[in-house]
């Protein structure tokens, strides 16, 4: 593993230790060029995803930005930061699990905004106001008035 301090090529693992239930490796890492720490995550990686956006781009998929989502669909929501982890973790494996390599930008949202609505329905009414492009208040107004519907 290359050092992200100073760029030698030679890094020793210091400590591992298994995280996130399981499904990931934090290892503690030490350059012998510069002597820092730092700290690598490997993740089981069923199979290399490519999200087709709405316009017909191929994009590899990015496990922080769906993070990165749901993450500030959730920010000062009453849910734990491991709680999003299971979260990010169990939609990924969804993802995987379908079978496909190429995945619906929409599908991956879809899916986003029915987890979300299970766990926070702040936090799904603030995604879905990205994810469908609200542009005024009767949108939130229609949106709303659809929480009452089941699922």
Known sequence: MRCPFCGHEDTQVKDSRSSEDGAA?????????????????????????????????????????????????????????????????????QLEASGENDIASQQIGELVMETLREVDEVAYVRFASVYRNFREAKDFEAFLGSLDEPG
């Open 25 to 93: 490796i934090r290892r503690r890492r030490f350059c012998a060029a510069c002597s820092q720490r730092f700290t690598t995550v490997e993740r089981v990686q069923l199979r290399e995803l490519t999200v087709v956006k709405v316009d017909g781009r191929r994009v590899p998929f990015e496990r922080e930005k769906l993070a990165r989502s749901v993450r500030t669909a959730l920010r000062k929501r009453p849910v734990q930061e491991e709680r999003i982890e299971r979260i990010v973790n169990g939609i990924v494996r």
